[in-house]
């Protein structure tokens, strides 16, 4: 079972350059997709951002060109950066990952994302 630990959340000042890092207890090399959901209250889970083999990025339209998604194989995690944020962007984030033949779905705990105007 891979473990998904989560950092960076929390209130989200204007000025800020917030991060919110994964980090997966199995080396990322054994991943297929790895990356980031939100989920507001009464929505569904929906994709941020997410790479694919280490290589391939998917960003979803509300985030592209504000969020960055990164990878650091030496630890196993990966960083979303929360630029040009905005009031909707506050909500519930998710790490996810998958196993290499994306049949294994992992998810983190959850961390809180507020963003402060």
């Known amino acids: 079972q891979v473990q998904l630990v989560e950092s960076g959340g929390g209130l989200v000042q204007p000025g800020g350059s917030p991060r919110l890092s994964c980090t997966s207890s199995?080396?990322?090399?054994?991943?297929?997709?790895m990356g980031w959901y939100r989920q507001a209250p009464g929505n569904k889970r929906e994709l941020v951002a997410s790479i694919t083999k280490g290589v391939i990025l998917d960003y979803a339209d509300f985030v592209k060109g504000r969020f960055t998604l990164s990878r650091d194989a030496p630890t196993d995690t990966v960083h979303l950066q929360l630029n040009n944020r905005k009031p909707e962007d506050t909500t519930v984030y998710y790490c996810?990952?998958?196993?290499?033949?994306?049949?294994?779905?992992?998810w983190g705990q959850g961390t809180q994302v507020t963003v402060s105007s």
């Open positions: 199995a080396s990322i090399f054994s991943l297929g997709t």
């Open positions: 996810h990952a998958t196993g290499t033949s994306g049949r294994m779905d992992y």
